[in-house]
């Protein structure tokens, strides 16, 4: 196991917690979890546009994420023994 092969799966392993973490964290159309957690229930016009910019930015963020996760993931499999 090289050097690149462990830098890596150690991007890989810090991607895939902040997708745990970012997943969980957006809203659900019925507000869930994340609503109780961050107390975004405010109901004065700046609560309502700062929750909506916050959640775009995570669903954004998650999506970037993803998609940088599966590159990286075809990019480890290329590399390793198995992808010859």
């Known amino acids: ?3 690149l092969e462990i830098i ?3 991007v890989l ?3 895939a917690l902040f997708l745990i973490v970012a997943i ?3 809203e659900s159309k019925k ?3 994340s609503g109780t957690i961050t ?3 405010a109901e004065t016009f700046y609560g309502k ?3 909506k910019s916050s959640s775009k930015f995570l669903r954004t963020a998650t999506m ?3 998609i940088v996760f599966a590159v990286l993931v075809l990019v480890a499999y290329l590399f390793s023994g198995i992808g010859r």
């Open 24 to 26: 969980l964290l957006q």
């Open 64 to 66: 970037v994420a993803a």
């Open 13 to 15: 392993l810090v991607i």
């Open 31 to 33: 507000g869930g979890l």
């Open 1 to 3: 196991m090289g050097a």
């Open 49 to 51: 546009a700062k929750g």
């Open 39 to 41: 107390g975004s229930g």
């Open 8 to 10: 890596l799966g150690a």
